[in-house]
């Protein structure tokens, strides 16, 4: 059958019936709960979600299976919130100013929050599946963005690296990325990797199939989170994590596991937080001899004199270019 485009009337006419449906869902969600039937209101923090349903944290320890108030934007692992207990599960009625948000571009390509409130994200690498340069810096962009400090985390030391992979981290290092490298198979580095967690919110963040459910599981033994093969034929993961999840560290700290990805997408950056991602390059940028310089063979262009000069990586360099190519040149 041919494809036919909507008309805008159609459109229209959909997003109505929508809006009817999620009114009519309000409503039932609301009888269930009508305010004299709920409890005081209490804070609470998002565990995990499932879609308009939350696990809500109580002040008391207490994991409370939550809604949300149709007027509430969707939440996301960190949230703070502000909830009602109904008869057997709750409502959330409010919900608190995020002071951070780490965010990865959906199918679609546009931002979707993963975590809340996060202080710090651990990017988890390993030889297999095989680590790209290009991911990590997609990933220290949407840090950078939202003043999250950056991590990496070289998992499964236990497994002979390629030597790219030795002198791709050491690239990091040198940037100033801290590079811990340990094994939840073998407990290397844990110590270290525990110390780094310890009275913060970090977010382990990478491909799917590098272990950070793994470490969960060998930080914390009682989180017992599920972990999965790699594939044999393509050596890649398997998306056994399918929703970000909060754990606390008994001395102190919160550290949130989260579901690996295959591609990361960056139609929805601008240039502005492309260039604020590659830290190492902000001293040679503002010298250019254009404001508006590309960085690609604009003469006076301080960023290539310091690509003659040694000064920043050409793998970093390409990078860049890649990225600014997918935005649009
Ligand atoms: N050799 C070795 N294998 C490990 C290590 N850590 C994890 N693995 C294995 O790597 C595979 C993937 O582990 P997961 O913990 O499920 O990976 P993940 O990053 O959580 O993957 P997603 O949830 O799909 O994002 C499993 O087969 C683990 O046993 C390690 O330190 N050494
Ligand atoms: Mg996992
Ligand atoms: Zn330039």
Redesign the pocket.
Known sequence: MAKRKITKQQRRRIESQRQERKDRAHDAVAAAHSDDALGPEQTGLVIEHFGRQLSVEAGNGEIVRCHLRANLESLIAGDRVIWQRSTDTGVIVAAEARHSVLTRPDSNGQPRPVAANIDQALI?IAPEPQAFANLIDRYLIAAEAHDIRALLVH??A??TAHPDLDAMLARYQAIGYPVLRV???TGEGLPELTGALRDKISIFV?Q???????LVNSLLPEANTA????SEATVK?????TTAKLYHFPDGGDLIDS??IREFGVQNLNRDEVDRGFREFQAYMDRCRFRDCRHQSEPGCALLAALEAGEIYPERIHSYRQIMAELGG
């Open positions: 988890v998992n499964k236990d497994i094994s939840s198979k990478g799917s199939g590098v272990g950070k459910s793994s972990v999965g093969a790699l993961g398997r998306h056994t994590t579901p690996g």
